[in-house]
């Protein structure tokens, strides 16, 4: 095993830490199986240095699910409903690159090329990595998806990339390795995003969509190539991101698509027949060639010839391009001054870091986009809010088995409870490819958690998501049975969230394992379903718990660590108490104290008891008519003024020792629970939305607004992909002056985890369980759309409203969800959302076994030796062969937003296990495709004239360490 | 030259004579450069004899033009109307018919396989020969198009078969020869295109479309595989031709299409993957093999996996074809017993020939087609009359144009008013392809002259023969040039139909020659526009001319052996005079006298003066209402009863010596008149009609109807193909016992020369000028339908109600034509209307000079040296490569229909052309692609029991002597 150590540690204290300035980047450490290599620029054809030359990148759009389910697409099964097979896609496409050594072609989407790989003879996959060695077979971005922007946490996305990246590795070796991020179709682009693809070693990034009046100015002023300084922690260039816009989308030119899927006219060259075209032709596409070049700086353009699963009939496109490259350039013994070529974005890419310019910096993100005025892609920051929430607890399953795979060693692999599934990915290595992995990889993609695809492809998503868990569930049974020392059948109730568990509703005598991803100890409540109405509960030392039953629920909150057990015994069984239950002007405990208005029974202020604030605080839900054709993607254009939803009739508290909770009825379809647990610093509003009435033949949006005293100035926060936190301010667009056509759509943005207002004193932030939209309309107001019902297509492809039904729910789906409120000084804001962020994201799993445990049981085990430092997040632990773990560890504090956490801080990695001996070390990039002391980026010169060294030794002052 | 000669002539009075007993076939004579030899049967899969045997036909069948052009069909132009792309078809079955030697692919049209041929390598030739020798390729009737068989003459369907199957011969060689037929598309099926077929050489023949009551009928009986015995004059069975229906028209079975433009799912056979389809798709296929099993008789069934333009992805059908024989046969394991292979139609034929079992024979044809009870394809009989009659005559001059390449040598190609076209066809041999050789071959495509093409189709189509005959005029003018002595500019006037001649209605001395290409003489009215009113004519011995102006139209009878010129000189110019005009009760000359009713002013009685017969006779027009989705193929459902258009409004006389004419208006759109040459043994019809007036937003089909006193007792007569005649009853069909739903529609059809009505002593019969529509409805009735113009589409495809304007015409198209009436004992009858029709098909060349003759000038030529005996008709005369002449004679008489010509005869080919030299003679198949002698055929046993024997040496009797 020490042989295939890239680095071995030289002494059992080998450390990290921080860089001198507070930072927020992922340290990846693995012992790699692979001798990974630089990797230089594929053979690109030789450009002509006084013409312009034209880069024609033939590609297919492949989305990872849409219209069509992602197998769907990879067979081309219901080709009724779209026609597109990826399958024959990367045949045709194979066997044209083989009939013309110029030719080229770039892939992108690894969840399809794997499908297709696998299926492949040796001598195809020789043929094919022939054609990658060689540079006509180009891999670009390379994640098992093109992840949405909006709506994904960095988690999975890591996770996501990671996968894809690392079939390419295993499969090509260092020219497998994607150069070029290419998020040609995503609805908006997030600055996180771009920091992940800089820290993932990648040199440039391309993308189609932006809001249209910034792309018109960036045309103007010839931005339309620019250097994304995607983070505020980093020290640059860390996070810069070389990054263009496309000329049209990702589409070809206007007539020029060759494409079965196009009506373009073909080149008609044989003069015999009709129609000779050649001259024609050439003609057209000269003058749009020029045209371009008009609207970017270097001699180089670049045409995306290509689209949505294109080169299904590779011949159709490459036959005329063939024609094209010949007849335009035979035009140059005429005096033509343009030379086209077949080249890659990496080749473009490369032209352009030759031409030794500098480019205009852009510090903020591409946030919100739309494609006219009156056309803002914003709904999709909430559709679907069901299956946003079923993605991001997914995530949360999805990283506790890798945990417990770990821990578990082997026997979580093959144990009591039968073998957990996995595949060989590639020939040389093997790879755990878990259903429940590429579950939550597909469902990054764009079309996926983003909710903008067809009901039966969501559906899809969920389906392959809960057969994931299914199949995690093996695997987490085996680890607690190896680590508790029982085997007793675990029980996992999946319907907590309504209060369903048939063991816990039935059995007398049942225990409770809790088992916590987080590398800290949290307080979690448990709430189960019951039928006795007081328990006997006792934890892993022997002590009793206090708990609550209520309403059939019983409420216990517990500190867990790693993993604990519970036993719990009815002692008492028959008609439910009913407990206290009366209008109250407050909740209030140790840290947080909220007041009602006696005659709304709204809330009224919230105060920080710890802090000594208070500001005043009202909340009521709203909902927007829908007239207009609008749907997945767009968000309403018409009502400005959301209609109001009646006060709360008779609202009641309930409250017990461990939890107070006022309850409150807006409709038959809107209500919510005000809660406070014991221990909390959080006050949480449960609201519960649905069936949205549809009877008056009006689609609605649904919104929760907090209405507030804080001073906000027109400006609030978002955070992006669930890390930095970035300002955003009303009617106002950092990098162009905005032409605000849309008050509220106009306003809305992403928050995938939390989002506050603030002003000097007080800063109210709210954590959210899954990715939502929302705004600031008015200062001191917040609002986040929760719930969005439509009743007509946006005519942006989908073929049908976002009317989700289900068998449970006929009448429409209802939704339930949290959000969690705390009040702060803005200073120390983050201290307590950061934490509870990732405590909503990876939130305890909970098990049960049934009856009375064995004595010999153990009831409480950790992973860690011993608690990580609070600046510290253990994003990843997971197996990465045999005898290699990847690790993941972050510093989850943004630069300057804690005065006690924005510090370096050090690990040891050597005594981070309790179970687990490290023998040695490695560090990678964050996506672990690239040694980090290997990884080279192209250096590219801001406008500002700063111009930025390579990144070689960037990291140096931890690697040296 | 010799020694390319196949058989040298032995002596100088080398001569054929037909058999003992008439018939009625072409004799084809040629030089040929290259020597074909016995082709065998392609490598076939080996099939197994205790199983189900089932042959999957991977095939495309390519219109040579319908909702595109031929040409836009082959570059795969204008997909937005239709997506289809020939190139592409053609480019991915080569490609992946050598990714796996077992698979199969047939090619039909030549039209299109020629223009890509000659756009590729000199490699991809080299492997495409390759994969026709291993018979992985194999061309299936292999003409230059799939002609339309209910409105073609079979002179234009045997030049464009021979073009077809020349190119393959000499591009392929023997493996290139086609050994079946394979007409799947056209809607009805001729008798005498079987009859051809089997001339050819074709060992078998597959359609798809028959009446849907003779489809049930014979798939309940296991008759759908026959023998069809295809003229009633030829001894079998030299006209015997195999004959199969295809089981699904051409298409797939249900749920097997796997080309791009359909739906099926694909085979889905990765467990891993979702909606694994294996199991599914094979129990379905199995059933429907053995559903198919049960209508056919032998252990052997054929799938036609394939449609319109498909294969243009060939990697779709292929792979997902390869899984399902994989899978299918891997059953016979568990004990299936169906066996699934690729084949061709040639390996499916070769089973049936070894099954040897007897077959029932057909001796009638498959007109009409109904695919439902209310849907007869029977309005393409007549739609586009103006294109049907543009083709007719287009024949005549390809057929003039070759006869005088031929009389003129090289000097034709290449002389004084400029160079013919041709092309280069293969490599091997000089070919002359003229644009009006192809522009006629494609015009024989089914949806060409039938007029079931979309208008912008057909009008590509007439300018295709406009273009070819102006190609065709160098040619003829270097001829004329050459054989007259005098380069004087020749003038052809295309608009004589219209009386519009810019030369004849200036010039005041001028000369007309008339070619006749007809191997006898032929007396023809020539009628010229003019502006003077009395002209001198001289003929080519210097003899004054009969000749006489009236109504600026200058008309002569001229009798003309080959060609003979005539000067013209204005004698008298001034006003017209206005000729004798008056009601008149009858017409009547030498031959023929005919009278009206006074009241009506309709015809109202016919008489041959010669036999002293008379029979009541009136004429007149009808049309029929379209309220319905009617247009191209279908004929009107919902009228039986057509509304008779208003007698003619006062009908005027005028005659001279030449000619005798009643005129006879009957509205603004319908006017007829009725014509009497002097020496016409024929009464001219010549119908003028147009635009069909639609402002009553009515579709509106017009028929002109004679009524008479014949008793035809139900029958009536029709020609097919211009060749021999069949019978017709009324509601009847010769094969199965019709259900009549249809009064008209499902009594009507083609007529492609003639028709007619008889009884014992009376026979009328009416030549018509193109293909129409028709029937006899009533006892005695003859009803020819003229013209249609629709409002609607029929939903059969095409997608455009067939409603004709054109520039000239933007109210609609006026469409003129004539029918030649003649009345006879029906023992003679045929002694009138052969020559009669065939004067028709090929009529006179008129063209002009200007001025004097120069006094050297030759006025009279004759390429024969004696005409032919009135039995033989002169079909072909062209040039076939440099030293080489292609010759068909063919007996125009059918067995038994005159005593005095359906009689063997004997002409001397040595002796025939009067510049020519004959060296020597071979004889060929009638499409001249194998030699006679070495023409061997499947022998088939009919169910009778009679079992004919090979063909080997069926015209030994000539080809002995």
């Known amino acids: 095993m020490i042989g295939k150590i890239h680095k071995q540690m030289s002494h059992d ?103 297709w790989w696998k299926q492949q003879t040796d001598d195809m996959q020789n043929t094919v990595k022939q054609l990658v060695n060689e540079g006509r077979l180009e891999f670009v971005n ?84 620019m250097l994304w300084r995607a983070s505020e922690s980093l020290t640059p260039p860390m996070a ?196 429940h992995s590429s579950a939550m990889a597909v469902a990054q993609h764009h079309d996926a958690v983003s909710g903008t695809e067809k009901q039966h492809v969501a559906n899809d998503y969920a389906r392959k998501l809960a057969n994931g868990w299914a199949h995690c569930q093996v695997l987490v049974s085996n680890t607690l049975s190896s680590l508790s020392g029982s085997s007793a059948p675990r029980v996992y109730c999946e319907h907590l969230n309504i209060s369903v568990c048939p063991l816990t509703e039935t059995s007398k005598k049942f225990s409770v394992n809790v088992y916590n991803p987080l590398a800290r100890p949290v307080s979690w409540p448990v709430r189960l379903p019951v039928n006795g109405t007081a328990y006997r509960i006792s934890d892993a030392k022997g002590k009793a718990v206090d708990s609550q039953v209520g309403l059939s629920v019983l409420i216990m909150v517990v500190i867990c660590r790693s993993s604990i057990t519970f036993a719990m015994t009815v002692i008492w069984k028959g008609v439910v108490l009913s407990l206290e239950s009366f209008v109250s002007r407050f909740l209030g405990l140790d840290f947080l104290r909220v007041t009602f208005d006696p005659e709304t029974g709204l809330l009224s202020s919230l105060s920080n008891l710890e802090t000594q604030q208070t500001v005043k605080l009202s909340q009521n839900f709203y909902w927007s008519r829908f007239i207009p054709v609008i749907s997945q993607f767009l968000v309403s254009a018409l009502t400005p003024f959301p209609c109001l939803i009646p006060h709360p009739l008779s609202p009641s508290l309930h409250q017990n020792s ?180 990732q405590e909503v994201v990876l939130q305890p799993l909970i098990t049960f076994t049934d009856g009375e445990l064995h004595p010999s049981t153990r009831l409480e085990f950790s992973g860690l030796q011993a608690v990580l430092p609070p600046a510290v997040h253990l994003l990843t632990v997971s197996q990465w062969d045999q005898d290699t773990v990847l690790l993941r560890l972050e510093h989850q504090y943004q630069a300057s937003e804690s005065k006690e956490h924005s510090q370096p801080v050090t690990v040891n990695l050597q005594k981070l296990f309790s179970t687990l001996d490290v023998l040695g070390v490695s560090e990678m990039n964050l996506s672990a495709n690239q040694w980090k002391d290997e990884m080279t980026r192209l250096d590219w010169k801001a406008e500002s004239g700063t111009h930025h060294t390579g990144v070689t030794n960037q990291l140096s002052a931890y690697s040296a360490l």
């Open 142 to 225: 390379g994640g098992w998806c093109m992840s949405d922007e909006a709506t994904t946490h960095y988690s999975a996305v890591i996770d996501q990339m990671t996968m894809g990246l690392r079939f390419l590795n295993d499969t090509f070796g260092h020219c497998g390795r994607p150069r070029v991020a290419w998020h040609i179709d995503p609805f908006g682009h997030a600055r996180e995003h771009a920091s992940m693809f800089a820290q993932m070693g990648y040199d440039g990034f391309f993308f189609g969509r932006l809001d249209y009046q910034d792309r018109n100015r960036r045309m103007v002023a010839r931005e339309q190539e």
């Open 658 to 837: 461990v939890v107070q909770e006022v309850r409150q009825w807006f409709s038959p379809w809107v209500s919510q629970v005000v809660r406070l647990y014991t221990d909390s610093r959080a006050l949480e509003l449960e609201w519960t939305v649905g069936p949205v009435p549809i009877g008056d033949d009006l689609g609605k949006e649904v919104i929760s607004r907090l209405d507030s005293s804080i001073n906000s100035s027109g400006v609030f926060y978002t955070d992006s992909n669930g890390r930095e936190v970035l300002q955003r301010r009303k009617d106002y667009r950092p990098t162009w002056n905005l032409r605000q056509s849309e008050p509220i759509a106009g306003n809305y943005y992403p928050i995938n985890s939390r989002a506050y207002i603030k002003d000097d004193k007080d800063q109210l932030t709210v954590v959210t369980d899954r990715s939502q939209g929302g705004g600031s309309i008015q200062d001191g107001s917040l609002e986040i759309m929760l719930h969005r019902r439509l009743l007509y297509d946006d005519v942006r492809g989908v073929g049908e409203p976002l009317n989700e039904t289900s068998d449970i729910y006929p009448e429409g789906l209802v939704v339930r969800g949290r959000h969690l409120l705390s009040l702060s000084p803005p200073a120390t804001a983050a201290d307590t959302h950061r934490p509870l962020a």
């Open 240 to 435: 810069d991101l070389f990054t263009g816009i496309l000329p049209n989308g990702y589409n070809p030119p206007e007539g020029f698509c060759w494409d079965q899927s196009c009506d373009d006219p073909p080149i008609r060259d044989d003069p015999d027949l009709e129609d000779y075209n050649v001259d024609d032709v050439v003609t057209r596409f000269l003058h749009i060639a020029h045209g371009q070049a008009l609207v970017y700086k270097t001699n180089h353009i670049i045409m995306t010839m290509g689209s949505d699963f294109q080169y299904e009939n590779a011949n159709l496109w490459y036959k005329n391009l063939d024609k094209l490259i010949r007849y335009v350039n035979q035009m140059q013994s005429n005096g033509s001054e343009v030379n086209v070529l077949y080249s890659t974005p990496s080749c473009y890419l490369q032209e352009l870091h030759r031409a030794n310019l500098t480019w205009p910096l852009k510090g903020d993100d591409f946030f919100p986009y739309a494609d006219s005025a009156h056309d803002f892609w914003t709904g999709y920051f909430t559709s679907r809010p069901a299956l946003k929430r079923y993605e991001r607890i997914s995530n949360s399953y999805l990283q506790t088995c890798k945990q417990l795979e770990v821990l578990g060693g082997p026997i979580s692999r093959k144990g009591p409870f039968g073998a957990g599934d996995s595949e060989t990915l590639s020939k040389c290595l093997v790879y755990t490819l878990s259903s």
């Open 13 to 115: 204290s080998w450390l990290f830490s921080k860089m001198a300035t507070p930072e927020y980047t992922p340290f990846v450490f693995l012992l790699l199986l692979f001798q990974s290599s630089v990797w230089g620029f594929p053979s690109c054809h030789a450009t002509k240095p006084g013409m312009l030359n034209v880069h024609l990148v033939p590609h297919t759009h492949d989305d990872v699910g849409w219209l069509k389910t992602v197998d769907q697409y990879f067979y081309g099964d219901r080709n009724d409903i779209q026609h597109a097979g990826v399958q024959y896609i990367l045949d045709s496409v194979v066997d044209q690159l083989l009939k013309n050594p110029d030719r080229r072609f770039i892939y992108v989407e690894t969840a399809f090329f794997y499908r």
